[in-house]
């Protein structure tokens, strides 16, 4: 899994609406002199190694990295031994991340729109996180796709953390309308095969100092049930 790059690995006939995504985020990473005037932006990344922790997976456990941004997770991770698959809409937020952490451990890049089905030959995860990506996906088919990428993604008994702006948040981000997350709706949409291990609503402070409350929460895949994949 050493720095293969999967580009481009859009399923089926082109999209409009995935090509707008695409070149709505591109813009916005190719315009960020500086990464962390970008409100999202996170260089401390302890508020989601605390889940990784209650986890007590070690390396070399392989995570998925949804929408990594720019933000240090990925440098965090690689530094520490995980095995990274790399994923985001944006190629050229991706290549701000691979310049960065240049050939530091074991990392896969994937360029693929979560809404749409990943490919059928990525490896399965021990732990999937997400901050601040699902929240974007405002159709219902495009929710039940990720939901679907995400569930067969992870092996029995590994795990999956999500943080979304909770429904207490603003109602818009980076420009774009989002999908707020109650717990209820967000246990729903995880779904039966995952149980619910921890959760808080956590504020998240911007770099120009206003508060974004975000639900975090963690989940178990439970181990009785055969993968799907
Ligand atoms: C608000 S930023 C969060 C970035 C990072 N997760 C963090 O915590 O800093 C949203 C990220 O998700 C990516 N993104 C948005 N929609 C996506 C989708 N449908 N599939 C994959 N990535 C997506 C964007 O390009 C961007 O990098």
């Known amino acids: 899994m050493n720095n293969l ?3 481009g690995t859009t399923l089926g006939k082109p999209d409009r609406i995935m090509d707008t995504r695409r070149l709505h985020w591109d813009r916005i990473f190719t315009h960020a002199t500086d990464d962390s005037r970008l409100g999202w932006y996170e260089k401390d990344s302890s508020q989601t190694l605390k889940y990784l922790e209650m986890t007590r997976l070690s390396p070399p456990a392989t995570v998925f ?3 990594a941004g720019t933000s240090t997770l990925a440098d965090d991770l690689l530094t520490a031994g995980y095995g990274l698959i790399v994923n985001d809409v944006s190629g050229v937020a ?3 991340l691979r310049d960065r952490t240049g050939s530091r451990g074991r990392a896969a890049w994937l360029e693929h729109d979560l809404a749409r089905p990943l490919p ?18 405002l159709e219902e088919t495009e929710i039940d796709a990720y939901f679907a990428n995400m569930q067969n993604s992870v092996r029995p008994g590994g795990y999956v953390l999500q943080a979304q702006f909770s429904t207490q948040a603003a109602a818009k981000c980076a420009g ?15 779904g039966e095969q995952f149980s619910l291990i921890h959760h808080e609503t956590y504020q998240y402070t911007m770099p120009g100092g206003d508060l974004r409350p975000y639900l975090y929460a963690l989940f178990k895949k439970r181990t009785e049930l055969k993968d799907v994949r």
Do not use: K, M, N, T
Request: hydrophobic share 55%; with cysteine; charged share 25%.
């Open 5 to 7: 790059i999967c580009a």
């Open 65 to 67: 990295l949804a929408g």
């Open 94 to 96: 991706l290549a701000v």
């Open 120 to 137: 059928d030959d990525l490896p399965i995860v021990d732990l999937w996180i997400d901050r601040a990506v699902l929240h974007f996906l």
């Open 176 to 190: 774009l309308d989002l999908h707020r997350y109650s717990l209820d709706e967000l246990c729903r949409r995880v």
